[in-house]
């Protein structure tokens, strides 16, 4: 079969089929065999982006084999966004991938973590800071200022997550895990990047939201971009802890779901029970873990709208390993665990415990640690000799194609990247949401894509004021109030994609200031000192301030007598 490895969303490919004197095939897509005549050529247009594995089956008893082709099938831009390239770094012990080629190619690091950690890039790719459990790192490798002393551990198994604020660009947030238990449990810390000529500092850390805890954090995206949910599961308890973080910021009062098993020491009594990663699907409708001590899978429904979970299933595991990974494939229909033993992959489409029992395949045996899905949607697999691959985690059993030691290096820890959380196609609505009333404003959908048909609405108590079926909207409110602007999209490929903002519209109000006569007193200084006071007023923001010396400021600096005199106007 002749390879054709790239290919666009709804461009037809063609493979040959090149065998000689066999006539007996079958061709199959991801291990599943397709309706393509015996012997004939492969065509196909796929509509979904993705990995594929494409296989030519000589199914002759007397010399059955086949030959596989992987296809990477990417979007087009007009029904799928473009992947974010925000998780597109990877850092851990002295290492680090850079998923912005492909495929990606080994990196160095300063960081000196034994487990999993976190790293996060700018919209480009770029790197700008990670966290290793010892200390914040920025992009230089330095360490960033006020970031040391946070409190993590670079051993607990998921020991970070980084979530930048939906609504300040400079502003991250990062949160920490402690340890097997610990005290200090679930923290977070506030990073500016704008600080330090853009090598960021951490201007608050440290503040606490639950404990004791595991080690199993898992941050899940609403699929319309407008929140996030942190999980966390208690330590000695079957609870869940969803900590929702939207534009305000984190919420502090959690979620709970109590629901599967009990998370404790169940035979070495060494906390070794809070041990073990969880993860959630692309879909975001379902959690998996696995656990260290008692090894055993866990499944859950999730419902991203509330951050609860439910309809537990438990697979108990029988290979003598201890369980440590998990992933889903980039389809939720495939999980894969690690036990130190095998990489196993098992089958979701037939949800039930006995099915995905019995749909287990070993896919590798040696001594596997970790594996975690990617940007680039294949999986990579932590071993004592390097990282193998995972090429295309969708495919059924060998079809997925396993390759061995993919970077070959002798790691001495148990992480790779910390939380990667997958980015679902989303809408944002880009405009001001403080307007002054009759003026005009314009509104824009982000990102605007080719063959989408948008509609807005602007309500107030269920009321619809304005509408428009145009891709932008000119908005104009006679009425100061807090309004509803909704904009929804209808994709060319069937997708329907919703996002809201508040807007206030505010009045014109005439200022009222009265500068009084003031004397200022000067410090007692040596005489060749150069001298100066503020002179200064309380304004609030919907007004505007000029000085005679045309400074636009609440306050000026005054280093003569004389006078003074400032224009405030309403900015509506």
Known sequence: ALPASEVVIGVPISIN????????????????????????????????????????????????NEVHTLIHVKADGTCFKQPSKIFNQWVFKGRGLNFNVDPPVLTTSMADNSEEMSAISDNAGNLLFYYDGFRVYDKAGNAMENGGDLFGNPSTTQGSAIIKSLENDSIYYLFVLAAQGAKEGLTYSVINMYANGGLGKVIN?????????????????????QFYWVVVHGWNNDAFYAFKFDITGVHTTPVVSNVGTIHKDYTRFDQNGSIGIMRVNNQANKIGLVSYDFPRIELFDFDVSLGKLSSPLLIKLTTGGE???????????????????????????????????????????????NVAPAPDDRLYILGTRGISV??????????????????????SFLGLVGIYVPINNHLNIHGNKTICVNQNYSYTPLPIRSGSTYNWKVKNNNTVHQQSNNTTIDLSINQPDTYWLVLTESTSCGFVLQDSIAITSKAAVSPIVDLKDTILCPPIIPSNAFTK???FFEVSNEYESIWQNKITSSKIDVTDTGWYQVKIKNVC
């Open 533 to 535: 006071w503020n002179l």
């Open 323 to 369: 369980a440590y990974g998990l992933a889903f494939s980039p389809d939720g229909n495939k999980l894969y665990t690690t036990d130190r033993v095998t990489l196993d992959q098992y089958d979701l489409t037939d949800y039930s415990e006995q099915a995905i029992i019995q749909s287990k395949k070993v896919i590798a045996e040696g001594l596997f640690l």
């Open 205 to 225: 850390k440290n503040l606490p939201l639950k404990s004791p805890l595991t080690e199993k954090m898992v941050v899940v995206p609403d699929p319309k971009g």
């Open 17 to 64: 089929n090149m065998s000689h004197d066999v006539l007996d095939y079958e061709w199959l897509i991801n291990g599943e065999p397709i309706n393509v005549l015996m012997g004939k050529d492969f065509t196909n247009s796929f509509t979904t982006p993705g990995r594929y594995t494409v296989t030519l089956k000589n199914k002759s008893l007397s010399c059955a």
């Open 390 to 411: 995972v090429q295309t985690p969708d495919a059924k059993g060998a079809a997925c194609i396993f390759d061995f030691n993919s970077y070959n290096f002798l790691p």
